[in-house]
């Protein structure tokens, strides 16, 4: 793992905020160069630098427009990792990855379907704004092993539970993970009433799980 520091970080970040994705790319292709983990690029400066910049715009320090920049040119990095995220050994698990309908911050969601295919799984994501009727449709299709919710903005979390309750009620053994930055807000009380659902807190988290087998239990 590579130690990076702040002043990349903040090289990154300015980057980032000035929509000079050529130099966003130079930094990220030279931690590639230096062997730093996905895990590390990926919470160290794809998120910190998304959280940060959404804090800037939360606070109307930059526009909609940067901050919409600032995202389009993280998942047009988070390609560079592809060869890698999809060269893994299959281990015969699926997942599906979406966000709720009306949820349009989906970077977060993207991450956790990388992590699922770093560690070995099938995904399926979905991205943003997954209508329930049509994500009810795709898990009777594909049948996966898992399903994880992005949750980003606090206001939807009972879309959030609606989406939940309508799942079990049709895939009641369906293991379901939820996470997001909306989680960073407020804390929710979803496991006391729903076993099948696990929070996760963060990525770092999610990979450890997987690793350690630790998902089913």
Same mark, same amino acid.
């Given at each position: ?8 970080? !903040? ?12 130099? =966003? ?19 160290? *400066? @794809?998120?910190?630098? /998304? ?23 993280? #998942?047009?990095?988070?390609?560079? @990792?592809?060869?890698?995220? *999809?060269?893994?050994?299959?281990? #015969? ?5 979406? =966000? ?7 970077? #977060? ?17 979905? #991205? ?12 009777? !299709? ?8 992005? /949750? ?7 879309? /959030? ?12 053994? /369906? ?7 909306? *989680?960073?807000?407020?804390? *929710? ?22 690793? !350690? ?5």
């Amino acid at each position: 793992m590579v130690i990076t520091g702040e002043i990349i970080y !903040e090289d990154y970040k300015n980057a980032l905020l000035e929509g000079d994705k050529l130099k =966003c790319k130079s930094i990220i292709d030279r931690l590639i160069a230096q062997e730093a983990d996905i895990l590390t690029v990926y919470q160290d *400066f @794809f998120q910190r630098s /998304l959280y940060d910049i959404g804090e800037m715009w939360e606070k109307n320090e930059i526009s909609v427009a940067s901050e919409h920049l600032a995202t389009s040119i993280t #998942g047009n990095l988070m390609t560079l @990792f592809y060869p890698v995220i *999809f060269s893994a050994e299959k281990k #015969g698990y699926k997942a599906i990855i979406t =966000c709720l309908a009306h949820e349009y911050h989906q970077i #977060g969601a993207k991450m956790v379907a990388d992590i699922f295919e770093i560690e070995g799984w099938d995904t399926y994501f979905l #991205g943003a704004n997954t209508p329930a009727k049509e994500l009810l449709r795709f898990i009777s !299709e594909n049948e996966p092993d898992v399903l994880a919710i992005s /949750l980003a903005i606090y206001s939807n979390y009972p879309r /959030l539970m609606e989406l939940i309750k309508l799942v079990q009620e049709h895939y009641p053994d /369906l293991l379901i993970m939820v996470g997001g930055q909306a *989680f960073k807000r407020a804390t *929710f009380d979803i496991l006391a009433d729903y076993p099948k659902v696990k929070y996760i807190s963060s990525i770092e988290q999610l990979q450890k799980i997987l690793n !350690e087998k630790k998902l089913f239990s």
